[in-house]
């Protein structure tokens, strides 16, 4: 039933380790997101997939990379992770990737980097 | 930076008052949309407010879009305390219409 789902919920971790995000839609969207909510809740993009091709990438570090098996995943793989990079992860979904599509989040994925 | 800016930061008040929010953007928008995240959840999409368009209803929701002063409100009438959550605005700008920039949002909690 669940639109748009995340795995795990939670992750914590120690620093310089490598993990992932797993992102999934069943709303049949073209488009998919990957944001990140710091401690102050600002939320702040970083990916953006519209039919398996990236078309948006903010200023991430390039050990964060976004990995589209098909339309209805995203995945994101973080590698040698850093204190800073501890927040809530969000995916999200909408139908063309347009600014007036409504987008649908996901639950989030709260990481701990320790 | 582009990002949409709510104001006030925290707003707290009683069962069944109004409570309004403020959000203020810098650049010219196409669209201007609302969402509501409770806590430890994923934003959910309130309502969409297009750039020609100055007064949009959705049940208990009023949104107002002013953009010769780049800023929208959202009121939220007889309130519940079920609305307590933060509310966030977010811009589809004219030079980057594929994306939505989101403020940092206005933690609502309604007292019963």
């Known amino acids: 039933d669940t639109a748009v789902s995340q795995t795990p919920k939670y992750l914590v971790t120690q620093m310089g380790n490598d993990k992932s995000i797993k992102c999934e839609q069943n709303l049949g969207h073209d488009t998919m997101y990957w944001y990140k909510q710091d401690s102050k809740k600002f939320l702040k993009i970083m990916f953006s997939y519209n039919n398996k091709e990236l078309i948006i990438n903010e200023t991430v570090p390039n050990r964060f990379s976004p990995k589209s098996p098909d339309k209805a995943h995203l995945n994101l793989h973080i590698n040698s992770l850093e204190l800073g990079d501890s927040a809530v992860y969000f995916c999200?979904?909408?139908?063309?990737?347009?600014?007036?599509?409504?987008?649908?989040f996901g639950p989030g994925t709260r990481l701990t980097v320790l | 930076s582009q990002q949409g800016e709510e104001d006030p930061q925290a707003l707290s008040i009683q069962e069944g008052e109004n409570a309004t929010m403020n959000c203020s953007y810098k650049?010219?928008?196409?669209?201007l949309q609302w969402y509501r995240q409770n806590s430890g959840r994923g934003l959910v999409h309130l309502i969409l407010?297009?750039?020609?368009?100055r007064e949009k209803h959705s049940g208990r929701l009023r949104v107002t879009l002013d953009t010769s002063k780049k800023s929208s409100s959202l009121l939220i009438t007889a309130s519940r305390a079920a609305d307590t959550a933060s509310y966030f605005c977010a811009t589809a700008f004219s030079g980057s219409a594929r994306q939505l920039t989101f403020g940092s949002g206005t933690q609502l909690t309604v007292l019963p």
């Open positions: 999200a979904s909408s139908q063309q990737g347009m600014g007036t599509d409504t987008q649908y």
């Open positions: 407010i297009r750039s020609n368009e």
């Open positions: 650049t010219s928008i196409n669209n």
